[in-house]
């Protein structure tokens, strides 16, 4: 089947119906039926919760947040808790459905879920962040649960909001339930390699596209936009596979040097700098947004959503995409890329790792037994190199890009689920 043009999509593209032309053009390759289409389309829960809290400075401060269950026919839903000014129902809607994609992809046991918190972290004290995260799980202590909904890290939360998150949900049960989240601390019951996982799936995924498109590491040029969790870890083993990673950004600007960045000083410097590329002296500053449109070979985004638009991507030159952040590129923007030949590697595909090493952790809770660093990122490595020559032999199959050969093997596995369970 021939590639299909999104359905056209309003003015200003909105995450939840960007998913859903991608969804509905993987539906119609597949013939999906009419029962399975109208169940997917809409999350089965959508929670909303006002949470006050006493800030530092004696005054209390409501805060609006959200749980989202995508889907829980694979198994427990399973998805990050993002903390951001920009959190709004349809995108925590948007990334929750494409955790259930995203877990299918990578045929781990697990439904789609994610949550998020409309805050700044940044201009937040710990103490505060503390309160605010005790009070969202005390909130929604019906929702989690080791066999219900996992919650995990995404933006502006990591280790430390998880065991938070653990240790309240553990007060209410009267013991201690590590499973109910995932990358909380090593001594927590954390997973070694959970931190650097989704970026190293990242780099396993872009080798093997490196691979068809016959780029060679070692003279390939890089660019990662964001460098939080994703970005710094994709950046670090993308240079550590041989690739020079010329620019690198984050909420600060854009860094660029043609000769290559080190890394490992950009890190340092992040880490004293109160996780600020701000000031960064070995490269020279640019426009954030001029890192896209850099002469590259790989283009990484790592960041948030919509960043790749009908704006710009006539302007990208990268060979390559590798969807770090989840939802980069709008849906208008597919069709440009595609195009002009560009490849990119999906979200949902590229950014599983963090979520397979999650489903590591929580089988080593359950377990009550710890895995090596090694057997971590041997098993990891294996199914995300098993996942894209899945996606891309059914791209060849249908004749679609890697994006909707993604969602084609995503949909088609929970679709294959309902019936099998009988539903319809
Ligand atoms: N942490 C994880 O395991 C996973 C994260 N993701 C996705 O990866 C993306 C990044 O997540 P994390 O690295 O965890 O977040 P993070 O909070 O650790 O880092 C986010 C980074 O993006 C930067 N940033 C924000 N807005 C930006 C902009 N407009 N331009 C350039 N940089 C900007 C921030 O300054 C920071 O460096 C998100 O889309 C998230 O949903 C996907 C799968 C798993
Ligand atoms: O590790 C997880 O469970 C989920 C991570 C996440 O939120 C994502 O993959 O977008």
Not at 274 to 284: C, I
Request: charge should be neutral; proline fraction near 4%; glycine fraction near 10%.
């Amino acid at each position: 089947m021939a590639y299909i043009e999104p359905a056209p999509i309003k003015d200003k593209e909105n995450p939840f119906e960007s998913m859903m032309s991608r969804f509905d053009i993987a539906a119609k390759c597949l013939g999906l039926d009419d029962e399975v289409y109208n169940v997917l389309k809409s999350p089965v829960k959508q929670v909303i919760v006002n949470l006050p809290i006493t800030m530092d400075d004696g005054s209390v401060q409501v805060f609006e947040g959200y749980r989202v269950i995508h889907s829980n026919i694979l198994g427990p839903s399973k998805g990050g808790i993002r903390y951001d000014m920009d959190v709004h129902l349809d995108e925590v809607k948007a990334l929750a459905a494409w955790m259930t994609w995203k877990c299918a992809v990578v045929d781990i046991p697990y439904g789609g879920a994610k949550g998020g918190i409309i805050c700044n972290p940044r201009n937040m004290s710990p103490g505060e962040i503390e309160r605010l995260t005790r009070a969202y799980t005390g909130a929604l202590v019906e929702i989690f649960g080791p066999d219900r909904d996992i919650p995990a890290p995404d933006m502006g939360t990591g280790p430390r909001e998880m065991a938070w998150l653990m240790d309240e949900y553990s007060r209410a049960q009267g013991m201690t339930v590590n499973a109910v989240v995932t990358g909380k601390p090593l001594v927590l019951g954390g997973s070694l390699g959970r931190t650097e996982a989704t970026g190293r799936g990242v780099m396993i995924t872009a080798l093997a596209a490196m691979e068809k498109l016959k780029i060679n590491p070692y003279h390939a040029k890089v660019a990662v936009q964001g460098f939080g969790n994703v970005g710094s870890w994709a950046a670090t083993l993308l240079e550590e596979r041989g690739a020079s990673v010329v620019a690198v950004s984050d909420i600060s600007g854009a860094y660029y040097n043609d000769s290559g960045i080190d890394i490992n000083k950009a890190i340092e410097y992040r880490n004293a700098n109160n996780g600020s590329l701000e000031g960064f002296k070995g490269a020279e500053k640019i426009a954030g947004d001029d890192l896209l449109t850099l002469n590259l070979d790989v283009l990484v985004p790592a960041a948030k959503e919509d960043v790749i638009t009908v704006h710009n991507a006539d302007q990208i030159k990268a060979k390559l995409i590798v969807e770090g952040a989840n939802g980069p590129t709008s849906a208008k923007a597919d069709a440009l890329l595609n195009d002009k030949g560009i490849m990119a590697v999906p979200d949902i595909l590229a950014n599983a790792g963090g979520v397979t090493v999650s489903y590591f952790e929580w089988v080593q809770n359950r377990l009550g037994y710890k895995w090596t660093a090694d057997r971590v990122s041997r098993r990891s490595d294996r199914i995300m190199k098993d996942a894209f020559n899945n996606v891309f032999k059914t791209s060849q199959e249908y004749n679609v890009s890697l994006r909707i050969a993604a969602y084609i093997v995503a949909i088609d596995k929970v679709a294959k689920t309902y019936k099998f369970r009988g539903r319809f």
